[in-house]
């Protein structure tokens, strides 16, 4: 029997294996499908405090699990496929094994959302891609118009990363002003080899008789025009959907299946806390995922004393 097992191994997993781990609890860390969560996805992060120059998304997560496994953390890789959560202790199903807990910490994050076209999903790794920064340097994306979707940071960063690969980089976003972060939005808006495409939609991935992307079809939502962009890769930038379809039923979630959390980091069900992106809706910042992953561990240790 395990005293704490921290489901994600993001930002937020790793923070609360950290504080976890200094409390003498051994947390064992379930990596899921993502181990470092997705800021290993990402290029430099600019907005984590401690860092003036910035630091590569996937070296801040590698020195996190480091530190978290300096004080006693076990990171297993494992990805969740069951839970039986109704009381303590709770019953976990990793890869076929049977893992029974004390104390749960869920940090699953979220994964990227698709537009949910039936043509994206066919041509889903033969050109349509959620990450440029694992694909964008991919050779059939050199020298080649991309498209990005999204109006967000994530969009802008995909797009400002794909201007060293493409060609031209049109940045297709459904309304006419972005949702970025304004110094991401200026930087990215201020790149002549960004085009932005405003007010328009993707309504079809070209082409998946040929087995590959050859273009995209867009629809101005303003005039309804539709119209062909050539391009190469379609690069999907468009938020994410939080990583809890597994928790449904004995956890409290809002209608987007974000977790609720309560009085800080706790859940609905004793002995079960949250933390990051699975919960916040808000936010979903690194630094507040490890925020919440330092509240989750701490009222775990709490949690556990008490018992
Ligand atoms: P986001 O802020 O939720 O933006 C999603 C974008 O996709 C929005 O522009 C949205 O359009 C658009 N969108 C959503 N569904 C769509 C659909 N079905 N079809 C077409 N467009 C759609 O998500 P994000 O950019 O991934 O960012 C998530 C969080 O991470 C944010 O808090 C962000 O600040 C943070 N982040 C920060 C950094 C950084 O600081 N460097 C980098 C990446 C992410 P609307 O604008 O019309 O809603």
């Known amino acids: 029997m395990e005293r704490v097992v921290i489901i994600g191994s993001g930002c937020a997993g790793l923070t609360a294996a950290l504080y976890t781990a200094r409390a003498n609890l051994r947390p064992l860390v379930l990596t899921g499908r993502q181990p470092g969560g997705l800021l290993t996805t990402t290029t430099t992060v600019e907005n984590f405090p401690g860092f003036p120059e910035g630091i590569n998304g996937y070296e801040l997560m590698t020195r996190m699990q480091k530190q978290a496994e300096r004080f006693g953390a076990q990171v297993?890789?494992?990805?969740?496929?069951?839970?039986?959560?109704?009381?303590?202790?709770?019953?976990?199903?990793?890869d076929g094994e049977l893992i029974e807990t004390e104390a749960l910490i869920i940090a699953s994050g979220a994964s990227h959302r698709h537009l949910g076209l039936e043509s994206e999903r066919k041509l889903e790794n033969k050109g349509v891609t959620y990450c440029a920064t694992c694909d964008g340097a991919l050779p059939m994306f050199r020298n080649q118009p991309l498209v990005v979707v999204g109006g967000g940071d994530s969009a802008c960063e995909e797009a400002l990363y794909l201007t060293r690969f493409g060609s031209i980089v049109y940045l297709v976003h459904r309304r006419d002003t972005l949702r970025a972060s304004?110094?991401?939005?200026?930087?990215?808006?201020?790149?002549?080899?960004?085009?932005?495409?405003?007010?328009?939609?993707?309504?079809?991935?070209?082409?998946?008789?040929?087995?590959?992307?050859?273009?995209?079809?867009?629809?101005?939502?303003?005039?309804?025009?539709?119209?062909?962009?050539?391009?190469?890769?379609?690069?999907?930038?468009?938020?994410?959907?939080?990583?809890?379809?597994?928790?449904?039923?004995?956890?409290?979630?809002?209608?987007?299946?974000?977790?609720?959390?309560?009085?800080?980091a706790a859940t609905n069900v004793p002995g079960i806390f949250v933390a990051g992106d699975c919960a916040d809706r808000v936010y979903r910042q690194a630094i507040t995922a490890a925020g919440m992953g330092c509240a989750a561990g701490i009222q775990a240790e709490r949690y556990l004393a008490a018992r």
């Open 76 to 94: 297993k890789f494992g990805t969740l496929e069951a839970a039986n959560l109704a009381r303590p202790p709770f019953q976990l199903t990793v």
């Open 182 to 264: 304004p110094i991401m939005a200026e930087r990215t808006l201020a790149q002549p080899k960004i085009k932005p495409i405003w007010d328009t939609v993707v309504t079809e991935v070209l082409d998946v008789q040929q087995d590959k992307v050859t273009g995209v079809r867009v629809r101005n939502v303003k005039t309804n025009a539709e119209s062909v962009l050539e391009c190469a890769g379609l690069f999907v930038a468009i938020g994410h959907v939080p990583n809890t379809q597994l928790f449904r039923g004995p956890l409290d979630m809002d209608e987007n299946g974000y977790l609720i959390p309560r009085q800080g």
